[in-house]
């Protein structure tokens, strides 16, 4: 993954690490200038640099109105930059910080339902205690946790009150569509496995708004080279099989943001004027897709020999 060009992000302090659950552990971050981070939104996410320059997504998961950043990094298989924080990253170290970055937020609903496994709570819980105080609308949140013995991001769940609950499976979690009220709009975060069954357990008509914290399998055909032209730049560019277009971009000098790599956080999304786009991505809907007006660089491609993007 190439980092991103001209943006370098800012200096943050540690102000501290702990586990929280069974490999998920709470980053508190603050400025280390000792001013006041940039606000956010319920959803925001910001990308922590790692020591080699490739950045990772984590959602935002404490108030708003606070002057530290609350990060829920779980840990992943492999030495990646999860297991920097689970295992290096200590109170006192300063780490580059970028964003923060809003392509998951709270839309309207007539009444909200939340439903998350593991560190999918991140984005969620904010969310959540926004509709809560709001005390406007009906509201429940799920979270599938199955710690054993850290207990702690069980209670703050907990916490906020009879209609939020922790169940130990997905299937306990998935219960909570049944009989789902007409109107209710369903935020779900977490593994694509668990996503993807809360958006088919709820079916075609629910509005169902997800955040992936993985990449999902896809099925794709072989790469071919196909040309791609910068409309603002004026220039044409080849990209070659086995270089994704994010790359390619980069290597002409577009400035295009970058985060997870793997097509589920948005931040490379980059709007196309003309061709067909084979999407691979898990952020677009599937009304984005078929308009075919937006590409997430990273992992999707033209489906064509040529596409125009507004760059």
Not at 251 to 264: F, K, M, Q, T
């Amino acid at each position: 993954m190439t980092p991103v060009p001209g943006d370098r992000g800012r200096e943050c302090t540690v102000t501290g690490v702990r586990p929280v659950a069974d490999r998920i552990v709470e980053v508190r971050l603050e400025a280390a200038d000792g001013g006041r981070l940039p606000r956010w939104a319920p959803g925001a996410h910001v990308d922590l640099v790692a020591p080699t320059g490739l950045a990772r997504p984590y959602s935002l998961a404490g108030d708003p109105t606070e002057r530290s950043w609350r990060l829920l990094v779980a840990r992943s298989p492999g030495a990646g930059a999860s297991a920097h924080v689970h295992d290096t990253l200590r109170a006192g170290d300063t780490v580059r910080v970028r964003g923060p970055r809003h392509l998951f937020s709270l839309g309207g609903g007539s009444r909200y339902l939340f439903l998350c496994s593991g560190a999918g709570i991140a984005p969620l819980l904010p969310m959540a205690r926004m509709v809560r105080a709001a005390r406007v609308y009906p509201w429940s949140l799920v979270h599938v946790d199955t710690s054993a013995r850290l207990l702690s991001l069980r209670a703050e769940v907990e916490a906020l009150g009879p209609t939020a609950s922790v169940v130990p499976t997905h299937a306990e979690g998935l219960a909570a569509l049944d009989g789902l009220p007409r109107g209710t709009a369903v935020y779900a975060a977490g593994s694509s496995r668990f996503v993807d069954a809360v958006a088919e357990a709820a079916g075609a008509d629910a509005a169902v708004h997800r955040q992936r914290f993985d990449a999902p399998a896809r099925a794709s055909g072989p790469d071919r080279p196909y040309e791609v032209v910068l409309a603002r730049r004026g220039e044409r560019i080849r990209v070659e099989p086995g270089t994704d277009l994010l790359t390619a971009l980069h290597e002409a000098g577009a400035d295009v943001p970058v985060s997870c790599g793997a097509g589920i956080c948005g931040a490379c999304v980059v709007p196309v004027l003309q061709g067909a786009v084979e999407h691979r991505d898990s952020v677009l809907t599937a009304g984005e897709r078929t308009a075919g007006r937006r590409i997430v660089t990273c992992v999707s491609r033209a489906a064509a020999d040529r596409l125009v993007l507004d760059l």
